[in-house]
């Protein structure tokens, strides 16, 4: 089988997202064809989709200028695996606290954007996340704290007591950055739900 997927390439890390799809793909044995999405008409032939990090004010301005908000909208309505990281989490939150934002209000929780400090205070950390076996080596880039989880959604990891990956329905959703180390279980969560990693 070939796994059709999107990431979200208006604005932010694509390539690096792309590699560890593929990873994930292949420890089950499934091919991956992966579209960089610029523009609208692509999101409906995809099987999963990533809203990757970058800056999420320009992310959501793009994506709602070139008409693909709708569209992702209607890809989780239809119970279709998304994963959404740092800024992706921001834009796809129902309560970003920044008025620049439109939200895409899929994922019910609140967030406070660069809440884990600015650039210089980047970190990685040793997160426990359900599901997964070992600890993920998480990276955390002037990443978003989620301050209030909503009803129904699952809190998958915490780090200094606070929430930094949920699922909510088909989206999993992540503070920090799972594309920067060669570990693909966070991918692999979000699009296969079980890990073989
Ligand atoms: N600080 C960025 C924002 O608020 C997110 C950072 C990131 O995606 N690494 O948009």
Known sequence: MTLTAGVIAVQGDVSEHAAAIERAAQAHGEDSEIHEIRQSGIVPDCDVLLLPG?????????????????????????????????????VASTDPQDDR???LDLVDVTVQRNAFGRQKDSFEAPLDVTGLGDPFPAVFIRAPVISEVGEGVETLAEWDGRAVAVR?????????????????????????ETVEL
């Open 54 to 90: 970058g800056e999420s004010t320009t992310i959501s301005r793009l994506l709602h200028r070139e008409e693909i908000a709708e569209e992702i909208i209607d890809h989780v309505a239809a119970n279709k695996p998304v994963l959404a990281t740092c800024a992706g989490l921001i």
């Open 168 to 192: 909510d329905g088909p989206i999993v959703a992540t503070s920090f950055h799972p594309e920067l180390t060669e570990d693909s279980r966070m991918h692999d969560l979000a699009f296969f």
């Open 101 to 103: 934002i439109e939200e």
